[in-house]
T-cell receptor
Framework: LAKTTQPISMDSYEGQEVNITCSHN???????ITWYQQFPSQGPRFIIQ???TKVTNEVASLFIPADRKSSTLSLPRVSLSDTAVYYC????????????FGTGTQLKVEL | DTEVTQTPKHLVMGMTNKKSLKCEQH?????MYWYKQKAKKPPELMFV???????INESVPSRFSPECPNSSLLNLHLHALQPEDSALYLC??????????????FGPGTRLTVT
């Protein structure tokens, strides 16, 4: 069964780029990698999703190497409001594969 | 409307009670999910419904009983729960697509306390 691990916490300052990694050694062929942001007492919110190589949207980039055993979420210029827990999610419910959230990374952004 | 609503927001129940959690979405999504989240832990998948049929049950104890009456509604019936079942219960929905992961929209959750 895939074990999906992340650093427990990261600290940053406003305006900096933050890169959060997720390790998913047992990723299956049909699995996608999705990143979510969660604030206290709220449900997770979608950030970005990818299968391989690089994906970019208006808020983040996702880098996935060729072996797909890890992924990196890149937040280009963080602000105080980006302080939250970030989770990677590996799986494909459409294909019946188990959905596994990573252990989560608490990002703290300071002035 | 890109919102998933969950009721109630908070629920306190005794171990002999029967209660239900409700989830609703009007985005036309045909996949709906129940997750359990303990404090400072990631969400754990419990059930997945695809086109109103139960497609994934992650070996959840029978004291949790899901129901999907139609494509917009998802219920979780609770009976004879244990104190360790206290958690945040999250509902989510997405477009089901075979062979592709899908963005899930999460509700705010129901904070359940079992006494």
């Amino acid at each position: 069964l895939a074990k999906t691990t992340q650093p427990i916490s990261m600290d940053s300052y406003e305006g900096q780029e933050v890169n959060i990694t997720c390790s998913h050694n047992n990723i299956a062929t049909n699995d996608y990698i999705t990143w979510y942001q969660q604030f206290p007492s709220q449900g997770p919110r979608f950030i970005i999703q990818g299968y391989k190589t690089k994906v970019t949207n208006e808020v983040a980039s996702l880098f996935i190497p060729a072996d797909r055993k890890s992924s990196t979420l890149s937040l280009p210029r963080v602000s105080l409001s980006d302080t939250a827990v970030y989770y990677c999610l590996v799986g494909d419910p459409g294909g019946g594969n188990k959905l596994t959230f990573g252990t989560g990374t608490q990002l703290k952004v300071e002035l | 409307d890109t919102e998933v609503t969950q009721t109630p927001k908070h629920l306190v129940m005794g171990m002999t009670n029967k209660k239900s959690l409700k989830c609703e979405q009007h985005m036309g999504h045909r996949a709906m999910y129940w997750y359990k989240q303990k404090a400072k832990k990631p969400p754990e998948l419990m059930f997945v419904y695809s086109y109103e049929k139960l497609s994934i049950n992650e070996s959840v104890p029978s004291r949790f009983s899901p129901e999907c009456p139609n494509s917009s509604l998802l219920n979780l019936h609770l009976h004879a729960l244990q104190p360790e079942d206290s958690a945040l219960y999250l509902c989510a929905s997405s477009h089901p697509s075979s062979g592709r992961g899908d963005e899930q929209y999460f509700g705010p959750g129901t904070r359940l306390t079992v006494t």
